[in-house]
């Protein structure tokens, strides 16, 4: 029963994070979703916004933790991470003060005083796009199989709903390029009717 309950938390919160086609609202809707569905203490996505750098640009954080949102991570940790999650789907990090298969990401956690982490990357076409994150600042935490499991459904949901998001820009921009592409050959139309307008007019003046 606990199994169904929490599978619906997660149907509910793929639903919610589908309604909308604004990448902003997406990421919002998606850290509150898990943060409350997880009672974390931080959860944030780490996004690759065309050429500009990886950039926490969502964040639920738990009262008295300090915000990361805005921070744009080291290239070197951004390297580690993304040659990590070339071959697996998901890091799971019960105990950080146990944690050496990523050295550069272990000095994160050192940093920051993070004890406890789930780190799972954000795919389009398998093209990586950022990573998802859920930290706990305040003790180690055993991540429950059920809980990585819904969590891994609910990134899948939120790649989704990144690539539809992309899709409608992309048609927004090229509507955009169309229209303007259209009044730009009116324009010139309208000129060339003028132009010839003017000629016929002094043909027959002369004549």
């Not at 697996?88 to 050295?103: A, G, H, W």
């Not at 004890?115 to 930290?135: D, F, H």
């Not at 003790?139 to 992309?166: C, G």
């Amino acid at each position: 029963r606990q199994s169904l309950e929490r599978e619906k938390l997660v149907a509910q919160a793929a639903v919610r994070v589908h309604q909308s086609l604004d990448l902003g609202a997406i990421f919002e809707t998606t850290v509150e979703e898990i943060r409350y569905f997880l009672t974390g203490e931080q959860v944030y996505i780490a996004y690759l916004q065309d050429s500009s750098p990886v950039e926490i640009v969502a964040e639920s954080l738990e009262t008295g933790y300090s915000s990361l949102l805005g921070w744009i991570p080291d290239a070197d940790l951004i390297g580690e991470v993304t040659e990590f999650f070339r071959n697996t789907d998901l890091l799971v990090v019960n105990n950080t003060e146990n944690f050496t298969e990523l050295p550069i990401l272990g000095r994160y956690f050192t940093n920051f005083e993070v004890k406890s982490a789930l780190v799972l990357p954000l795919k389009v076409n398998k093209q990586p796009l950022g990573v998802l994150v859920v930290q706990q600042y305040s003790r180690p935490r055993h991540w429950q199989k059920l809980e990585v499991k819904l969590l891994e459904q609910l990134a899948t949901q939120v790649s989704i709903a990144i690539e539809q998001a992309q899709l409608y820009q992309r048609l927004r921009r090229l509507n955009t390029n169309l229209e303007q592409e259209v009044e730009e050959r009116t324009l010139e139309v309208k000129e060339k009717m003028q132009e010839l307008t003017c000629l016929l007019y002094t043909s027959d003046a002369a004549d």
